[in-house]
């Protein structure tokens, strides 16, 4: 493991249904990040929360919700999809300082499918 | 906010050969370039980044080289080999428009064949 964990890595959810992903990093990281990568636009960077506390909301739709209770965690909270939500969930874990951002480390993602 | 744009999409070479990645980028506060490579059904991993008080940086067959001025920086792999075949991603940070998060080209899928 790199240090970011993702769970589940697989998700079949059907458009009325409730989900949510989870991640969790053991690098003392002080920023996570959530991003979606589809075929169509690799990477789109959907939240990013620094220091427990939401710094950008990249006008994802409010079918998605994002939970960061501490500094470890970061929840995607998922309802009433589409069929175009399909894609692969990336959390990514970095360290923010005076210099600016570090290298991310992402976790293996969860590949969710809507039905 | 930051725009990356990363050419080519595909690049076939021959093992051994070289392989250049070219990206460019809108915000001019951007101070940070990583690179990342992307096997197929696995996670994005850092292979190389560059900042900007920096002009060029090696490690072993892999090297970045940016250029402020015009706002791009390039991946350079020499002596390729079948196992650098993978999709290789691009990245700037936001600069001062949008914090620190990295804004990401669209990729690049490197074949080598042997």
């Known amino acids: 493991e790199t240090g970011v964990t993702q769970t589940p890595r697989h998700l079949v959810m059907g458009m009325t249904n409730k989900k949510s992903l989870k991640c969790e990093q053991h690098?003392?990281?002080?920023?996570m990040y959530w991003y979606k990568q589809s075929a169509k636009k690799p990477l789109e960077l959907m939240f990013v929360?620094?220091?427990?506390?939401?710094?950008e909301n990249n006008s994802v739709p409010s079918r998605f919700s994002p939970e960061c209770p501490n500094s470890s965690h970061l929840f995607l909270h998922l309802h009433t999809l589409q069929p175009e939500d399909s894609a692969l969930y990336l959390c990514?874990?970095?360290?923010?300082?005076?210099?600016?951002?570090?290298?991310?480390?992402f976790g293996s993602g969860t590949r969710l499918t809507v039905v | 906010g930051e725009n990356v744009e990363q050419h080519p999409s595909t690049l076939s070479v021959q093992e051994g050969d070289s392989a250049v990645i070219k990206c460019t980028y809108s915000?001019?506060?951007?101070?940070?370039f990583p690179w990342y490579k992307q096997e197929l059904g696995k996670r994005p991993q850092l292979i190389i980044d560059?900042?900007?008080?920096?002009g060029e940086k090696k490690d072993q067959r892999i090297a970045v080289t940016l250029n402020k001025t015009a706002k791009h920086f390039s991946l350079h792999i020499t002596e390729t080999q079948p196992e650098d075949s993978a999709v290789y991603f691009c990245?700037?940070?936001?600069?001062?428009?949008?914090?620190?998060?990295?804004?990401f080209g669209k990729g690049t899928s490197l074949l080598v064949t042997p």
């Open positions: 990245a700037a940070s936001g600069g001062s428009n949008s914090g620190y998060a990295l804004n």
């Open positions: 915000d001019s506060a951007s101070n940070y």
């Open positions: 990514a874990s970095s360290q923010w300082g005076p210099t600016g951002v570090g290298g991310y480390t």
């Open positions: 929360y620094s220091l427990e506390e939401r710094v």
């Open positions: 560059i900042r900007s008080n920096v």
């Open positions: 690098l003392g990281h002080n920023a």
